[in-house]
């Protein structure tokens, strides 16, 4: 608990010293975000407002979770980082890094579509075979690779998947939800908060699989999982990013992620999903960026089969829009879905310990 409250702790206050700062040199430098011509009238205002503050959420997380783990060691309460916690690192890292290239042609080019869609999925194609890789080897001194090449839900479940299928179907997760992500931040403050209340969830998952660990106790229901704290670590460090994000982020936003922060975090929650165990009950810790995905997939199905629309607009937040809705109001409302989502994820994480 001392490195999850350490991790926040720092990443909130790094994150909250730069972004003033960050959005001063934006707004020197004139790197705003470029908005879409077909989009909600009431967004062209957000022209010029400045992008890319997913780089602070990142350095402050990083700062946030490596500066946890320093001081840990120098008290001797705690360890160093683990390899568990520096692959899902580097996966947030990477993505970010992708999404950074992404956002500076946008600013550069001064258009609103950045790389090219080939070139971005070669980008995130990298980034996540590596971390799908990496997670299957190097296994600690019980045999616990980082994560297993299996499918999972509450636990791992099913036979093991040749490594390539593993690689592949890791890939799907990592690309579909950092995707997922970056549709869902289209509103002031909406991708944050949805973010935020699913870095809770797996801050609680990692504190109880470290206490229901095979390792402390080989019980009938513990939880191979190598690194469980670290990993509560890393999502604390990075909820105190993106809770230092959203202070600037909260309508009228001062300054947007960007693909930057988008690509990062989703990468980051999907990267979480895979070393707890728990990637299918990602569809309800993610519940929200699920919901806004199918409706732009419905939209381009209905229309490519019928020529109708089903939403005014896609995705589904700027249909709301369009309908009337008050910015705030979707946002604070689609918070609320989201927390009804990862409510029931963790509830379900429970059941199997409930006394019957």
Same mark, same amino acid.
């Given at each position: 608990m001392i490195g999850i409250s350490l991790a926040a702790a720092l990443s909130l206050i790094v994150s909250m010293a730069l972004m003033p700062s960050l959005i001063k040199l934006l707004y020197r430098f004139k790197f705003g975000q470029e908005v879409r011509d077909d989009g909600p009238e009431g967004h062209k205002t957000k022209q010029g407002t400045p992008t890319m503050g997913g780089v602070v959420i990142i350095l402050g997380a990083v700062v946030g979770y490596f500066g946890a783990h320093g001081i840990m060691l120098a008290t001797g309460t705690g360890g160093g980082p683990t390899l568990s916690g520096l692959l899902v690192v580097f996966l947030f890292v990477g993505m970010g890094c992708v999404g950074f290239l992404d956002d500076f042609i946008k600013i550069y080019k001064r258009r609103s579509l950045g790389l090219r869609s080939g070139a971005k999925m070669v980008g995130q194609a990298v980034v996540g075979v590596g971390f799908a890789y990496g997670v299957t080897q190097f296994p600690n001194g019980y045999g616990y690779t980082p994560a297993a090449p299996q499918l999972s839900f509450l636990r791992d479940f099913g036979p093991p998947?040749?490594?390539?299928?593993?690689?592949?179907?890791? @890939?799907?997760?990592?690309?579909?939800? %950092?995707?997922?992500?970056?549709?869902?931040?289209?509103?002031?403050?909406?991708?944050?908060?949805?973010?935020?209340?699913?870095?809770?969830?797996?801050?609680?998952?990692?504190?109880?699989q470290l206490r229901q660990s095979c390792v402390e106790a080989l019980t009938a229901n513990c939880y191979q999982v190598r690194d469980p704290l670290d990993l509560a670590v890393v999502a604390a460090a990075v909820l105190g990013s993106c809770t230092a994000f959203l202070w600037?982020?909260?309508?009228?936003?001062?300054?947007?992620?960007?693909?930057?922060?988008?690509?990062?975090?989703?990468?980051?929650?999907?990267?979480?999903?895979?070393?707890? +165990?728990?990637? @299918?009950? @990602?569809?309800?810790?993610?519940?929200?960026?699920?919901?806004?995905?199918?409706?732009?997939?419905?939209?381009?199905? %209905?229309? +490519?089969?019928?020529?109708? +629309?089903?939403? +005014?607009?896609?995705?589904?937040?700027?249909h709301f829009e369009l309908k009337g809705w008050a910015e705030t109001t979707i946002v604070i409302r689609f918070w609320i879905i989201q927390g009804l989502f990862v409510a029931i994820a963790v509830g379900l994480f429970y059941l199997e310990w409930m006394p019957r």
């Open positions: 998947l040749m490594i390539g299928l593993f690689v592949l179907w890791a @890939l799907f997760l990592i690309v579909g939800f %950092s995707n997922a992500v970056n549709l869902t931040d289209g509103l002031d403050g909406l991708a944050t908060g949805a973010v935020i209340l699913s870095l809770v969830a797996y801050i609680i998952i990692g504190n109880w600037f982020n909260a309508p009228p936003a001062k300054i947007f992620m960007g693909d930057t922060g988008s690509l990062a975090l989703g990468g980051l929650v999907v990267g979480l999903a895979i070393t707890t +165990r728990t990637q @299918l009950l @990602l569809l309800l810790i993610g519940g929200l960026f699920v919901i806004i995905t199918l409706s732009v997939m419905v939209q381009i199905a %209905s229309f +490519r089969l019928t020529g109708k +629309r089903v939403l +005014r607009m896609a995705p589904l937040q700027h």
